[in-house]
């Protein structure tokens, strides 16, 4: 079947503006994960949904982060007033109850000139 | 707070050599371990998991308790493994995954 897929793959912003990261994770897959990845920091966690429980937000570096999922499925991503250094693969993950491997999307690459 | 902690960024062998990636961990309670691997211009995705104890394209990892480590090793390296690999600890099943920087290991011919 489909795997987890992002949209765009690469999005090139000036720094100031507002951008949305698109993640469509397994179908049926109740758990979607949002990581960074960035040289010298390698892979952060940033925020976890799992099912219809309050997100895991510790992970988000800023304010200006935030993310939602629509209806247990799609989630988005959006960063208010990207700043240079917000540069990085934002990789999205989705998991099942009965099997709690993470399968990870191919990610977008975000540039913020 | 949880660690992991990969002590090599680089890794040179040899075709047909053995190979070690180190691994620690620092976690008060009893983690779930991973190990992911990335290779050139693919996704990341899940090698091997410490409860599974199984063998993924002839890499193993023992989890290490009271050295708080799970390396990954293989006898013979192949031109193939060649990758970015990366430990990965999960306080509880389903919970989100803290990653070490990586090692990635180069298999030369």
């Known amino acids: 079947g489909a795997g987890v897929s992002q949209s765009p793959s690469n999005k090139v912003t000036e720094k100031g503006k507002d951008v949305e990261l698109r993640c469509d994770p397994i179908s049926g897959h109740t758990a979607l994960y949002w990581y960074r990845q960035s040289l010298g920091q390698g892979l952060e966690f940033l925020i976890y949904f799992q099912g219809n429980s309050a997100p895991d937000k510790s992970g988000l570096p800023s304010d200006r982060f935030s993310a939602e999922r629509t209806g247990g499925s799609v989630s988005t991503l959006t960063i208010q007033r990207t700043q240079q250094e917000d540069s990085a693969v934002y990789l999205c993950?989705?998991?099942?109850?009965?099997?709690?491997?993470?399968?990870f999307g191919p990610g977008t690459r975000l540039t913020v000139l | 707070a949880q660690r992991v902690t990969q002590p090599e960024k680089l890794l040179s062998v040899f075709k047909g050599a053995p190979v070690e990636l180190k691994c620690n961990y620092s976690?008060?309670?009893?983690?779930?371990l991973f190990w992911y691997v990335q290779y050139s211009r693919q996704r990341l995705q899940l090698l091997l998991r410490?409860?599974s104890r199984e063998s993924i394209k002839g890499f193993t990892a023992d989890l290490n308790k009271g050295e708080t480590s799970f390396h990954l090793k293989k006898p013979f390296a192949q031109e193939e493994d060649s990758a970015m690999y990366y430990c990965a600890l999960q306080e509880t099943s389903g919970s989100r995954l803290t990653f070490g920087e990586g090692t990635q290991l180069t298999v030369n011919p």
């Open positions: 410490h409860i």
């Open positions: 976690y008060s309670g009893s983690p779930e």
């Open positions: 993950a989705s998991s099942s109850r009965t099997r709690w491997e993470q399968f």
